[in-house]
């Protein structure tokens, strides 16, 4: 079936640091990609999304790549603060009648000052 | 704008207790989606909603019981629940409930279950 796996945290990184968390998935199909964001105490917030391939989300300095040849969609930051620090997922959404949302282990993150 | 707001924030609750969650959006989402978080896990859907009608249930116990009044609200009603039903609850809305739209999450209600 289909299904999103991460890259296990915690991540901790300094400030000012690059930042990579990979994703890849598996999907019968061609399905669109999400990361969202979930800061402590708080629901998900969308961060970026593509829905083909070849297409980069991006937003708030953090960037994704839909790689249909290697189905991977990693999440990638060139320099890093505090404030994201947060628990990061990789979701896939497949097109069908249904929106069920996959989503991936979820990685913490955390930035050191 | 994309909010989805839920209240009340936190709950606490005796398992004898009767209470609901609710959620709004005014997006104009005709689906909308109850998800349930347990501490380092990810969101596992509950219910969904599309167009006012329930269109998923994920083998949810029937003491949790979800309404949507109009597009816009929707209710989880809890009744006899277990401690281990303890989680952050979250609601999310997008715009048809099919193909591939982005849902949009509220800040979620965490729920005590004494």
């Known amino acids: 079936g289909d299904s999103v796996t991460q890259m296990e945290g915690p991540v901790t990184l300094s400030e000012e640091a690059f930042l990579t968390i990979n994703c890849t998935y598996t999907?019968?199909?061609?399905?669109?990609l999400f990361w969202y964001v979930q800061y402590p105490g708080e629901g998900l917030q969308l961060l970026l999304k593509a829905t083909k391939a070849d297409d980069k989300g991006s937003n708030k300095g953090f960037e994704a790549t839909y790689r249909k040849e290697t189905t991977s969609f990693h999440l990638e930051k060139g320099s890093v603060q505090v404030s994201d620090s947060a628990v990061y997922f990789c979701a896939l959404l497949m097109y069908s009648s249904a929106s069920k949302i996959i989503f991936g282990s979820g990685t913490r993150l955390s930035i050191r000052p | 704008d994309t909010e989805v707001t839920q209240t009340p924030k936190h709950l606490v609750m005796g398992m004898t207790n009767k209470k609901s969650l609710k959620c709004e959006q005014h997006?104009?989402?005709?689906?909308m989606y109850w998800y349930k978080q347990k501490a380092k896990k990810p969101p596992e859907l509950m219910f969904v909603y599309s167009y006012e009608k329930l269109s998923i249930n994920e083998s949810v116990p029937s003491r949790f019981s979800p309404e949507c009044p109009n597009s816009s609200l929707l209710n989880l009603h809890l009744h006899a629940l277990q401690p281990e039903d303890s989680a952050l609850y979250l609601c999310?809305?997008?715009?048809?409930?099919?193909?591939?739209?982005?849902?949009?999450f509220g800040p979620g209600t965490r729920l005590t279950v004494l």
């Open positions: 999907a019968t199909g061609y399905p669109s």
């Open positions: 997006m104009g989402h005709r689906a």
């Open positions: 999310a809305s997008s715009q048809e409930g099919a193909g591939t739209d982005t849902q949009y």
